[in-house]
């Protein structure tokens, strides 16, 4: 599963006069992953995060240490092992909600990317949803085990390797329809078979 999304001009303008400073932080891609946020429903798929749920987890990364949403985005890609990437889409303007409920605030010069310090309101809500923020993070850390055992190199190659053939031998231009069917059988038969593991 992976999405990909970047509304951060919608929310805040140019990138380069951004409200969480130099947006051009938010352009790096930050690797193959199996989630983006795409930070709405479009095609039915859903988040990982709820927008309130997204809050609380940014909200307890700001109370270890003051961060700027660059730093945000990485320390959730981190915790999830490379396996879900929160767009700047969905994580600019949850800063921005934590900003408005006064649960953090900016911190650094007025020019430089400006870091997020948590507030005593923030300290607050976070120790009220202590249980909340625990299984939130869990969830990450069971995305980062399923990732490592998914991820192996033999099974890319396996996977690469399916790819180039069923591209090489259905792009011929006198595959039958019979062809298709037992291809697809086989497809079944595999997953079936991966399935009783």
Request: proline share 3%; glycine share 16%; hydrophobic share 25%.
């Given at each position: 599963m992976r999405f990909h999304e970047s509304h951060h001009e919608r929310w805040f303008g140019p990138r380069?006069?951004?409200?969480?400073?130099?947006?051009?932080?938010?352009?790096?891609?930050?690797?193959?992953s199996w989630m983006e946020d795409r930070g709405d429903s479009h095609g039915g798929r859903r988040r990982l995060f709820d927008s309130g749920e997204l809050r609380l987890v940014l909200l307890k990364l700001i109370s270890?240490?003051?961060r700027h949403g660059y730093d945000l985005i990485r320390a959730i890609e981190e915790l999830s092992g490379g396996a879900y990437v929160p767009s700047p889409g969905v994580v600019y303007p949850a800063l921005s909600m934590l900003q408005d409920l006064d649960h953090i605030e900016a911190t650094g010069e007025e020019n430089a990317r400006k870091a997020f310090a948590i507030t005593r309101s923030g300290t607050a809500d976070l120790t009220a949803n202590a249980a909340k923020v625990k299984a939130l993070l869990a969830r990450l850390g069971e995305l980062a085990a399923t990732r490592e055992q998914t991820d192996s190199a033999p099974?890319?190659?396996?996977?690469?390797?399916?790819?180039?053939?069923?591209?090489h031998r259905l792009g011929e231009a006198k595959v039958t329809k019979d062809t298709l069917h037992e291809v697809a059988a086989i497809l079944d038969e595999a997953a079936q078979r991966i399935e009783r593991l």
């Open positions: 380069k006069h951004g409200r969480f400073g130099h947006g051009h932080h938010g352009r790096r891609r930050f690797g193959r270890d240490q003051p099974i890319r190659r396996a996977m690469e390797n399916l790819r180039l053939v069923l591209r």
